[in-house]
């Protein structure tokens, strides 16, 4: 079976970094990925995906980024449930990132560049590769690491 989800979008906030009791690094964030068609007004509506990513590239990923950044995710759809304080079973579907990418070039003196100057990700510009060598960390994983 396959379970692989890749997205292209821009980062809604801030990643909201945090670590589990026992000092796990865990991001937390919300991706807008624009949709390939437009509405019946002609507008281009986006989808707004929330997603996780665990560890050392939780914590690169929340000092690499920022609101409003470019990037790619790569993970896999996972779906959970809990039960809200009001006795309520709450649903929740999320894409826990394995590896990101940044997919615009840091300027002098900012943190990224200007979305109207943001480079295109599938340009053959240079025969660069924009999805090479950021973000592929690898990770180790126990069984006892995994939150479910």
């Known amino acids: 079976m396959i379970n692989r989800v890749v997205l292209i979008g821009r980062l809604t906030k801030d990643v909201e970094l945090r670590y589990t009791q026992s000092g796990v690094a865990v991001g937390t964030f919300s991706l807008a990925v624009n949709r390939q068609f437009t509405n019946a007004s002609g507008e281009r509506e986006a989808d707004f995906i929330n ?12 000092n690499f980024t920022h609101k409003g950044a470019l990037v790619a995710i790569e993970g896999r759809l996972q779906t959970r449930n809990y039960e809200d304080g009001n006795g309520k079973r709450v649903y929740v579907t999320e894409v826990v990132a394995d590896n990101f990418s940044l997919l615009e070039k840091k300027s002098d003196g900012q943190q990224s560049a200007p ?34």
């Open 51 to 62: 997603g996780v990513i665990w560890r050392k590239a939780a914590e690169n990923f929340a």
């Open 115 to 148: 979305k109207s100057q943001a480079p295109d990700p599938f340009s053959n510009q240079g025969n660069q590769n924009k999805f090479a060598g950021s973000g592929n960390t690898e990770i180790d994983i126990s069984d006892d690491d995994l939150p479910f």
